[in-house]
């Protein structure tokens, strides 16, 4: 159950897009179709902007986006807006029902 | 409204015992897998516990196996985190989360507020 590798923090500019990697293993990223991400802003719970790689619920703008090659999920913001400034974490299964969170991206609009 | 309402945080001596429960109201309960994260101060989201819908299939991060025991209540819509010999690394604020489905795969649609866990002497 090694947590899954997120680059630190990304940063981009109003009206920019950025992508937010998400690296694990065929045990987990690679070995199923559940990736997951949520957006967590200072001293609030996390909020679930994907799942299932590529599935958005109701409500989160179809600004974010999800996908997957490999072992390497990938969130993409596009059009960034000063409000998506959060720290963003993924989620994989990892089988036997357990389930493994990346570290976490801090991503900054300029 | 779907709401989790989390409770039965404090400080506690390492190795001693704390239980936490979480109030679900809004969906039907017993429907849905629900699991325990926490994030320690300054760090990043951990994955400790989930239990089926039914509360017959329990699972644990190897980091807490066999200290904690999640267990569920669907009569009376709670969820609960029994941690025993607990340690300074602990330490964390812990989230009950509900699934978007009756087994653990990471869609975590709605979150409590959290309630903080302190395991100092």
């Known amino acids: 159950q090694s947590a899954l590798t997120q680059p630190r923090s990304v940063s981009g500019s109003p009206g920019q897009s950025v992508t937010i990697s998400c690296t694990g293993t065929s045990s987990d990223v690679g070995g199923y179709s559940y990736v997951s991400w949520y957006q967590q802003h200072p001293g609030k719970a996390p909020k679930l902007m994907i799942y299932?790689?590529?599935k958005r619920p109701s409500g989160v703008p179809d600004r974010f986006s999800g996908s997957k090659s490999g072992n390497t999920a990938s969130l993409t913001i596009s059009g960034l807006q000063a409000e998506d400034e959060a720290d963003y974490y993924c989620c994989s299964y990892a089988g036997s029902n357990t389930l493994v969170f990346g570290g976490g991206t801090k991503l900054t609009v300029l | 409204e779907v709401q989790l309402v989390e409770s039965g945080g404090g400080l506690v001596q390492p190795g001693g015992s704390l239980r936490l429960s979480c109030a679900a109201s809004?969906?039907?309960?017993?429907?849905?897998?629900m699991s325990w994260v926490r994030q320690a101060p300054g760090k990043g989201l951990e994955w400790v516990s989930a239990i089926s819908g039914s509360g017959g299939s329990t699972y644990y991060a190897d980091s807490v196996k066999g200290r904690f025991t999640i267990s569920r209540d669907n009569s009376k819509n709670t969820l609960n985190l029994q941690m025993n010999s607990l340690r300074v690394e602990d330490t964390a604020v812990y989230y009950c989360a509900k699934e978007t489905r009756g087994a653990p795969r990471g869609g975590f649609d709605y979150w409590g507020q959290g309630t903080l866990v302190t395991v100092s002497s």
């Open positions: 809004g969906f039907t309960f017993s429907t849905y897998a």
């Open positions: 299932d790689v590529t």
